[in-house]
């Protein structure tokens, strides 16, 4: 033991000279090239002095940034983390003048500018070096990323020797939409669990060891009505949607606007499901939640935004996840490196788009390229380095969510050129989520999931010059103003930003506030809108809209970008309307015939379970659909859009390994968040864990 301890220690010192060396001649070369930037006096030093010179700037630079670095990262998550992020390079820039001012030969010296390219430069060419020679050694490559993602963490329990169950959430990713990218090659790692392509061509040039055997099968299921993460992570995770009728709905009981991103309401959420279910969630033994609205029960948490509201909380450690990651002076130069170019990036695509005249489009200026980046490099960087932690540390059950493609998708369309490459980078994620968990002191199953799909098509505004509060208030006879306002756009990535910013309130419900009080509330949810009445307190029934405002369902239901109402009628409990005067009771209604003819199988189950929701808005609205292209009509501005009923929204896909349980019988479907929380709860129990017992998990599936 003690002779593997020396080789250790000495291999340890051999990596840092050779990561010392390079830096040395890092600096070197930086000095030769920048005109700011010497390693030698007015008079001029000898070629030897120079050196001497750099290979004590390099040291001790690699020293501040070992020691002082994160204390400095400690200190600043006291300001927004996405401030952190932008003031990386500072922070980095003067580490490095101070390890010139230290320098024992007093020749260093840079500009403050040029300190900050020199900086970001060795720090990234010492991380490479770093990981590139700890990688040829498997034991010091899984001790440096252990150290790495579990600092801090003083109360590391031994794992056991069960496996591990991880469950990556591919938020947005529609099942069509998957199999279209393994099919173009866009992501193989997922091809080669599926065995469908192995990154070589059939021309005979593939190696001669046999057939290549998938270890995951891919299974559909789909949503409820509400097609959105609020609706169906909360059910994946707290086993309960009851009463989520949409990603934003008004209710009048509370006098309150919930909106399922922001973290007030995902706390209501979370606690409403535990109260209705009994349970504390998926996660609850021994499991961590990265990256998600809902906690699941989990005792480690990182960047969840059911607990980024508790500001002055200790239990609140959803920004924990930043200072795990940006401890790493080399991570924080990497992501913000990536960040600048992901913001160029899509700059570039968007003027692009818009000088080739493609359509759909929406705006994409202001800060949406911050958002972008924020979603596609910082939060994906953080949520993958903490899942490595959590997998090297041994935890039973891990949940993370990877906003990014749904972000893209919003903006530029489920298929486009821009979510593709998305798709590509968030592969490689995955693949590196896989090598790790082959470094964990425990086997792992690999889960990989979507909690809805996106459907396609341009706005409701952008084709008919009116929004849908425009068309409610033609409605009921009130004025409407000449140019439509633009519906706010609700994602999870905004509201990622906004906690980071520590600014996580999306909206006040005083802004949904009609200015007089017979003005109805109309909210948007994708496709799928809300109109409310605040001045009834119940739910407002057929009979009583058409007393009040006997042209407002007609309009609506008659509009050609509508495909239907559900409203509740005091001669039938409930009746879906549609155009021409189609009135359809709840009892009678059929996915085939009548108004959802052309939203596919489980439609009219959707609608009846939404309608006994408590909260359910008095009109509820969703949009046309075309089944020849999938389209939509969204009535926020986004040409990819879900939250109701209609295309890919409601297909997303659940990737699972062979030797778990199917998680339907064949010849079955899969419905419902619920139901696959359900899934899931089973494959812990067959992974032994400590959840529940096997029979009883089978006993509740078959019950329910």
């Known amino acids: 033991m003690r002779g593997v301890r020396w080789r250790r220690i000495a291999s340890q010192i051999g990596r840092s000279l050779a990561v010392w060396a390079v830096s040395t001649v890092t600096m070197l070369a930086l000095a030769g090239l920048l005109p700011d930037f010497r390693l ?23 020293l501040l940034s070992a020691v002082v670095w994160p204390l400095l990262v400690r200190l600043l998550l006291l300001v927004p983390a996405l401030v952190l992020g932008l003031l990386v390079f500072f922070l980095n820039g003067s580490l490095l003048l101070l390890a010139l001012r230290v320098n024992p030969s007093g020749h260093g010296e840079a500009a403050p500018e040029t ?31 252990h150290r790495l993602a579990t600092r801090g963490r003083r109360d590391q329990q031994p794992c056991g020797s069960a496996p591990g169950l991880l469950c990556v959430q591919l938020d947005g990713v529609g099942h069509d939409v998957l199999t279209n990218a393994v099919g173009k090659g866009l992501m193989p790692t997922v091809a080669r669990w599926l065995a469908t392509a192995d990154g070589l061509p059939d021309d005979g040039s593939r190696p001669a060891t046999g057939p290549v055997r998938p270890t995951h099968r891919l299974t559909p299921w789909r949503t409820d009505w509400s097609s959105q993460t609020g609706a169906s992570q909360l059910g994946i995770l707290h086993g309960s949607t009851f009463d989520v009728p949409a990603f934003r709905w008004y209710e009048k009981d509370r006098g309150e606007v919930m909106v399922s991103n922001r973290p007030t309401s995902a706390a209501e959420l979370q606690r409403r499901a535990i109260r209705h279910t009994g349970d504390d969630g998926l996660l609850a033994v021994d499991g961590a939640s990265r990256g998600n609205l809902f906690s699941g029960g989990a005792g480690e948490q990182a960047l969840v935004l059911s607990i980024a509201a508790r500001r002055r909380s200790r239990e609140n450690r959803s920004r924990a996840g930043y200072f795990a990651y940006f401890s790493d002076p080399a991570n924080a130069v990497r992501t913000a490196l ?24 929406v705006g994409r200026g202001g800060l949406y390229p911050l958002v972008r980046a924020f979603a596609t490099v910082v939060e994906r960087d953080v949520v993958v380095a903490a899942v490595m932690g959590d997998l090297l540390a041994g935890r039973t059950v891990v949940y993370a969510d990877l906003v990014a493609y749904d972000e893209v998708a919003h903006h530029s369309g489920p298929r486009s050129r821009d979510a593709e490459q998305v798709l590509r980078r968030l592969d490689r994620s995955l693949a590196l989520l896989q090598r790790v968990a082959e470094q964990a002191p425990r086997p792992y199953r690999i889960v990989i999931l979507s909690d809805h799909g996106q459907s396609p098509g341009e706005t409701f505004r952008a084709r008919y010059g009116l929004s849908l509060g425009d068309l409610v208030r033609a409605g009921c006879g009130l004025p409407v103003p000449r140019r439509a306002e633009r519906t706010r756009s609700g994602t999870e990535a905004r509201a990622a930003v ?17 200015s007089r009080a017979l003005e109805p509330i109309v909210l948007a949810s994708g496709n799928l809108g809300l109109v409310s009445f605040p001045d009834v307190p119940h739910r407002m ?46 009892a009678e209604l059929a996915d085939d015939v009548g108004p959802l003819a052309h939203f596919g199988p489980g439609a009219a189950d959707a609608v009846r379970r939404t309608h006994s929701f408590p909260h359910t808005a008095d009109i509820m609205v969703n949009s046309a659909h075309d089944p020849a292209d999938g389209e939509v009509l969204a009535f926020e501005e986004q040409i990819g859009s879900h939250g109701g009923l209609g295309g890919a929204q409601a297909r997303p896909f659940l990737l699972s390994p062979l030797d778990l349980s199917a998680p339907v019988a064949p010849g079955e479907r899969l419905t419902g968040a619920e139901q696959v929380h359900r899934v899931l709860r089973r494959w812990l129990a067959e992974l032994n864990g400590p959840e529940v017992p096997l029979t009883t998990v089978v006993a509740e599936e078959r019950a329910a």
């Open 40 to 62: 030698q006096s007015d008079d001029g030093d000898s070629a030897t002095r120079i050196a001497i010179t750099g290979a004590c700037g390099a040291g001790a630079f690699g």
């Open 115 to 145: 300190a900050v390219i020199v900086a970001a430069v060795m720090s990234a060419v010492a991380s490479a070096t770093g990981a590139a020679l700890a990688v040829r050694d498997d034991e010091a490559y899984r001790r440096r990323l």
């Open 338 to 361: 990536s960040f600048v170019a992901e913001v160029g990036r899509e700059i570039g695509q968007s003027t692009r788009a818009r000088a080739r005249g493609r359509r759909p489009r």
């Open 498 to 514: 906004r906690a980071a910013l520590r600014r996580p309130v999306e909206e006040t419900a005083g802004r949904h506030r009609p």
């Open 541 to 586: 029934t057929k009979e009583e809209i058409d007393a009040r405002h006997p042209a407002l369902l007609g309009t609506l239901a008659d509009h050609p970008g509508i495909g239907f109402l559900l409203v509740r009628s005091e001669e039938h409990g409930g009746v879906v309307l549609g155009a021409h005067g189609a009135a359809v009771p709840l």
